[in-house]
C-alpha cells in the first residue's frame, strides 16, 4: 500500500536556526497535508498542497509539493521555542478518505 | 459542538477487559476517522465512517477490534480482550465531506492496559 517516509525523526537546533523536514513517496501522491502536534497534544491541520511544484507560505513556514508530486517539505525560517512538536505529513490513500501519515519529524528548539 | 470530543481522556484496564471509546465529531461533519499513537510513534489508521458506513476498516489490527457510527454522528471505538500492546492514545478526527479536506483532531483517550 501506500506509504509516506518522512525524515528526519528527531531535529534539535538552537533558537533563531532553520529547520527543514522532507515526505517522500515512492507513488504520486494526490495532495499532501501537513499538520503539527504539540507535546501531549492532539495533530493541527497545517496546510494542504495539491498542485505540482506548488509552495505555499504561513509567516516563517515555507511548504514545497514537488514537481512529480512524490515529495514535500516544510522549512521553518528562524526557529522560536513555540515551534517545538512533531510535524507529520499526510496523504489520501487512493480514492477513499483513507489519510496516510509519515513518522513524524520531532522538532526541539534550544533557547 | 464547537470541536471534536472523546471520552474518556484516560482508561485505565485490566488485560483482558473490554473497553469502549467514544467519538462526538464536529456537527454536520459526515466523515469520521479513528487513529492509534502509541508514545512517540506516528499516527496509524485504524478506520474509516464516511456517514454510517465504513469503507475502509484495513487498518483495525485484529478481530478484538471493531467500530460503529450511528445517526452520522457518535462513534464508538470497542476494544476486547485488551493486551497489554493496546495501550496507545486512540484519535478521532472528522472532516465535512471527507477525502481530500481537513480533518479536525479530538483531544484523544489514553488508554493503558495493566
Known amino acids: 500500500g501506500q506509504q509516506v517516509m518522512q525524515i528526519p525523526q528527531y531535529q534539535h537546533v538552537q533558537e533563531g536556526e532553520d529547520f527543514t523536514t522532507y515526505c517522500n513517496s515512492s507513488?504520486?501522491?494526490?495532495?499532501i497535508q501537513w499538520y503539527k502536534q504539540r507535546p501531549g497534544g492532539h495533530p493541527v491541520f497545517l496546510i494542504q498542497?495539491?498542485?505540482?511544484?506548488e509552495v505555499k507560505k504561513q509567516k516563517r513556514l515555507t511548504f514545497q509539493f514537488g514537481e512529480a508530486k512524490k515529495n514535500s517539505s516544510l522549512h521553518i525560517t528562524a526557529t522560536q521555542t513555540t515551534d517545538v512538536g512533531t510535524y507529520f505529513c499526510?496523504?489520501?490513500?487512493?480514492?477513499?478518505?483513507?489519510?496516510?501519515f509519515g513518522q513524524g519529524t520531532t522538532l526541539q528548539v534550544k533557547p | 459542538g464547537a470541536g471534536v470530543s472523546q471520552s474518556p481522556s484516560n482508561k485505565v484496564t485490566e488485560k483482558g477487559k473490554d473497553v469502549e471509546l467514544r467519538c462526538d465529531p464536529i456537527?454536520?461533519?459526515?466523515?469520521l476517522y479513528w487513529y492509534r499513537q502509541r508514545l512517540g510513534q506516528g499516527l496509524e489508521f485504524l478506520i474509516y465512517?464516511?456517514?454510517?458506513?465504513?469503507?475502509?476498516k484495513s487498518g483495525l489490527p485484529s478481530d478484538r477490534f471493531s467500530a460503529e457510527r450511528t445517526g452520522e454522528s457518535v462513534s464508538t471505538l470497542t476494544i476486547q480482550r485488551t493486551q497489554q500492546e493496546d495501550s496507545a492514545v486512540y484519535l478521532c478526527?472528522?472532516?465535512?465531506?471527507?477525502?481530500?479536506?481537513?480533518?479536525?483532531f479530538g483531544p484523544g483517550t489514553r488508554l493503558l492496559v495493566l
Open positions: 478526527a472528522s472532516s465535512l465531506l471527507g477525502r481530500g479536506e481537513t480533518q479536525y
Open positions: 507513488t504520486t501522491l494526490s495532495n
Open positions: 498542497l495539491v498542485k505540482s511544484g
Open positions: 499526510a496523504s489520501f490513500s487512493g480514492n477513499t478518505g483513507k489519510l496516510i
Open positions: 456537527s454536520g461533519h459526515t466523515a
Open positions: 465512517f464516511q456517514g454510517n458506513s465504513a469503507p475502509d
